[in-house]
């Protein structure tokens, strides 16, 4: 008999939950919510307690459905805002108390591999790849071949901290966007090698995926995948970051909380395509939660 794994990842920006039959594998659900731990991390190296509240009620939640899944197993991981958090200690006993999970805090370099190995076993590619798996507070980038990974690169930047230190104004102007480029230019060259093909990985490119698409309600099966080209990156880049948050919320396939943060999260994929120098690139929505699944069912 089959046994059915649970996997958690508590990112800076979303909590994410997975819930997956070991043998054949199959992922039987999927909840994603936005929380945002990681707002304001950075300049304060603490989470905020509303974060924590949302948090721990997010996880809750999740709990129950797991439970009601009769999972066998729990693995819950921490990434960016926990591994620089001052009150992570705090955050993971409470989670322990309140919840009944244990979290373990996985380095930049372990989250990187572990997204590399899902995309990698998902989509069967085998010349030399890049993997850039961003998140809310760090953004990984993985080279390898096939399934072997070569290198890994996890870079102190994703869509909440960029937000919060580029972007003071609503929409950006074009001095925020040009200062943010800047940095990106200067942050990725550091890490640049030559490459056959780039997958993408994360909520900020998977929605652009899904509206560019227009998959809504968003499946995963439906993106995963997909091409997104260089020009559909640019378009849509500039497309948001012209209007206001209130603007893009009007389009449904971006949720509300994830309206704010979009513009800094495609501007990453828009400075990897063109350093690259690729016309596209691949989007993975097997990500750091399937490794975890993956990994339970001894697949990675």
């Given amino acids: 008999?089959?046994?059915?794994?649970?996997?958690?990842?508590?990112?800076?920006?979303?909590?994410?939950?997975g819930i997956a039959k070991t043998e054949p594998f199959e992922v039987l659900f999927e909840k994603g919510n936005i929380v945002e731990i990681g707002t304001g991390v950075k300049e304060t190296s603490v989470i905020k307690e509303e974060k924590i509240k949302e948090a721990i009620e997010t996880l809750k939640d999740f709990k129950h459905i797991i439970d009601s899944y009769k999972a066998s197993?729990?693995?819950?991981?921490?990434?960016?805002?926990?591994?620089?958090?001052?009150?992570?200690?705090?955050?993971?006993?409470?989670?322990?108390?309140?919840v009944g999970i244990e979290v373990k805090i996985i380095s930049g370099e372990e989250e990187g591999e572990l997204s590399f190995k899902a995309s990698a076993f998902s989509l069967g590619l085998?010349?030399?790849i890049v993997v850039i798996d961003q998140g809310g507070g760090s953004?990984?980038?993985v080279y390898g071949k096939g399934s072997k990974i070569e290198s890994v690169n996890s870079l102190?930047?994703?869509?909440v901290n960029l937000t919060e230190e580029f972007f003071k104004h609503d929409p950006p102007t074009d001095q925020e966007i040009k200062a943010l480029?800047?940095?990106?230019?200067?942050?990725?060259?550091?890490?640049?090698?030559?490459?056959?093909t780039v997958v993408g990985i994360g909520g900020t490119i998977t929605t652009i995926a899904a509206l560019h698409y227009h998959v809504y309600p968003y499946n995963g099966n439906i993106i995963h995948g997909k091409i997104l080209s260089f020009e559909?990156?640019?378009?849509?880049?500039?497309?948001?970051?012209?209007?206001?948050?209130?603007?893009?919320?009007?389009?449904?396939?971006?949720e509300d909380k994830r309206a704010k943060a979009i513009v800094s999260g495609i501007g990453i994929f828009y400075k990897v395509l063109e350093l690259f120098e690729k016309d596209y690139l691949v989007i993975s929505d097997f990500g750091l939660k399937h490794a975890l699944l993956l990994k339970a069912a001894r697949l990675i």
Wanted: charged fraction near 35%; glycine fraction near 4%.
């Fill in 1 to 17: 008999m089959a046994n059915i794994v649970a996997a958690i990842d508590i990112g800076s920006y979303s909590i994410r939950l």
């Fill in 73 to 98: 197993s729990i693995v819950a991981v921490g990434t960016e805002a926990l591994r620089k958090a001052k009150n992570k200690d705090e955050f993971i006993k409470r989670v322990k108390e309140e």
């Fill in 126 to 128: 085998k010349k030399d």
């Fill in 139 to 141: 953004t990984e980038f």
């Fill in 156 to 159: 102190p930047f994703g869509i």
């Fill in 181 to 196: 480029f800047d940095f990106l230019d200067k942050s990725i060259k550091q890490i640049l090698k030559p490459v056959d």
């Fill in 232 to 254: 559909a990156l640019k378009n849509w880049f500039w497309t948001l970051a012209k209007i206001p948050t209130e603007e893009r919320k009007k389009y449904k396939e971006i």
